[in-house]
């Protein structure tokens, strides 16, 4: 039995301490949000927050997130900097199949965290480990570039 915090609320968990904390959420806890991509942390569609910090879902054991603060796509719209994320995001049509935009949106809401005026070197640094097949990165820059002047 493992204990998590997943978007706030406490919740007891039993699974193998070594399964990825992505079929935890998917399987166990029904929130689908979180995407598989690739299953090796190479395309980042998997991406959600471990304490504040991305991290890759499909390689984290859940033993890994016990007693730390696990934040999913399904709620960081509540926090401050990701819902300007989403709203830049939802401005600039960056969507395409949107498979990839749930880690797309937590890697950037990371960035502009803990860097509120990233360079575009620094958007493309923190952005490239979460690949677009669509190929909206231009949109994805300019959104996260929006959110920022947004966010102040």
């Given at each position: 039995?493992?204990?998590?915090?997943?978007?706030?609320?406490?919740?007891?968990?039993?699974?193998?301490?070594?399964?990825?904390?992505?079929?935890?959420?998917?399987?166990?806890?029904?929130?689908?949000?979180?995407?598989?991509?690739?299953?090796?942390?190479?395309?980042?569609?998997?991406?959600?927050h471990l304490d504040g910090a991305p991290v890759r879902s499909?390689?984290?054991?859940?033993?890994?997130?016990?007693?730390?603060?696990?934040?999913?796509?399904?709620?960081?719209?509540?926090?401050?900097?990701?819902?300007?994320?989403?709203?830049?995001?939802?401005?600039?049509?960056?969507?395409?199949?949107?498979?990839?935009?749930?880690?797309?949106?937590?890697?950037?809401?990371?960035?502009?965290?803990?860097?509120?005026?990233?360079?575009?070197?620094?958007?493309?640094?923190?952005?490239?480990?979460?690949?677009?097949?669509?190929?909206?990165?231009?949109?994805?820059?300019?959104?996260?570039?929006?959110?920022?002047?947004?966010?102040?």
């Open positions: 039995m493992s204990k998590l915090q997943v978007n706030g609320k406490d919740l007891d968990v039993d699974a193998d301490p070594a399964m990825p904390l992505l079929w935890v959420l998917r399987d166990t806890l029904g929130m689908t949000g979180t995407k598989f991509g690739c299953g090796q942390a190479l395309c980042g569609a998997c991406t959600v499909c390689v984290t054991p859940v033993s890994a997130a016990a007693g730390k603060k696990l934040i999913t796509i399904e709620a960081i719209g509540e926090d401050r900097i990701g819902k300007a994320v989403q709203a830049a995001w939802v401005k600039h049509d960056v969507a395409q199949c949107g498979y990839c935009q749930s880690g797309q949106v937590m890697s950037a809401t990371a960035l502009l965290r803990s860097k509120r005026f990233p360079t575009d070197a620094e958007i493309n640094q923190a952005m490239a480990g979460n690949i677009c097949r669509c190929g909206t990165y231009m949109r994805i820059r300019a959104a996260i570039r929006d959110a920022a002047v947004q966010l102040g």
